[in-house]
């Protein structure tokens, strides 16, 4: 299956502090990347499609100005928590899949943000 | 909008059966996927249906109805490792996004 990395795998910051979040597409490329949040024992909620070279597209309630998302590249997505506070602290996952009918969006590791 | 539901928990036995199943309401339904998740670590792909019928890929199945808005997934010959969250996505034409349900959590007992 395809590689996706993040980086990095765990941050501790103090609010008010800005955390920035790489998603890898390692060996394919990746038009659009996905992010998601996930608070323990809970799903994964999907914040928003990363598309490269254009605007993220954010799903409702999330705040755009408060996550920023870049896609500058077919390999890379970033995604900046922008003043973070405690309730900001949960696991982000991105995804991404190949082009295709069948493609299936392939998970990183994770980054787990811990905000004190 | 999108509406994705799957029970909160199941227990089953090593070596039993257990039927995961998944009701979906979405506009522009273009596949149902299914991942396993284990605490901490990232999901990994189990299945994905688009037509109507059973998926059999080893000791996992996974069927999908559409005109019902169903799907269930079916882990046979249960082990201890398969103990995780199960998550039910279905994916929509428009911008192809994945949405998952809250989750399934297996617990297999000896």
């Known amino acids: 299956g395809a590689v996706v990395s993040q980086h990095p795998s765990w941050v501790i910051c103090k609010s008010g502090t800005s955390v920035k979040i790489e998603c890898r597409s390692l060996?394919?490329?990746?038009?659009?990347m996905f992010w998601y949040r996930q608070f323990p024992k809970q799903s994964l909620m999907l914040m928003a499609t990363s598309n490269e070279g254009s605007k993220a597209t954010y799903e409702q309630g999330v705040e755009k100005d408060k996550f920023l998302i870049n896609h500058a590249s077919l390999t890379l997505s970033t995604l900046t928590v922008t003043s973070a506070h405690p309730e900001d602290s949960s696991f982000y996952i991105c995804s991404a899949g190949r082009q295709g009918p069948k493609t299936e969006q392939f998970f990183g590791p994770g980054t787990r943000l811990t905000v004190l | 909008g999108q509406n994705i539901d799957q029970p909160t928990e199941m227990t089953a036995t090593e070596g039993a059966i257990v039927q995961i199943n998944c009701t979906y309401q979405?506009?522009?339904?273009?596949?149902l996927f299914w991942y396993q998740q284990h605490a901490g670590e990232a999901p990994t792909f189990l299945s994905y249906n688009v037509l109507d019928g059973l998926e059999e890929k080893g000791r996992f199945s996974s069927f999908l109805s559409r005109s019902k808005g169903y799907s269930y997934l079916l882990l046979k010959e249960l082990q201890m490792k398969d103990s995780a969250s199960y998550l039910c996505?279905?994916?929509?034409?428009?911008?192809?996004?994945?949405?998952f349900g809250g989750g399934t959590r297996v617990l297999v007992k000896p």
């Open positions: 060996d394919f490329q990746a038009t659009t």
């Open positions: 996505g279905a994916r929509t034409t428009a911008g192809n996004k994945l949405t």
């Open positions: 979405t506009s522009g339904f273009n596949g």
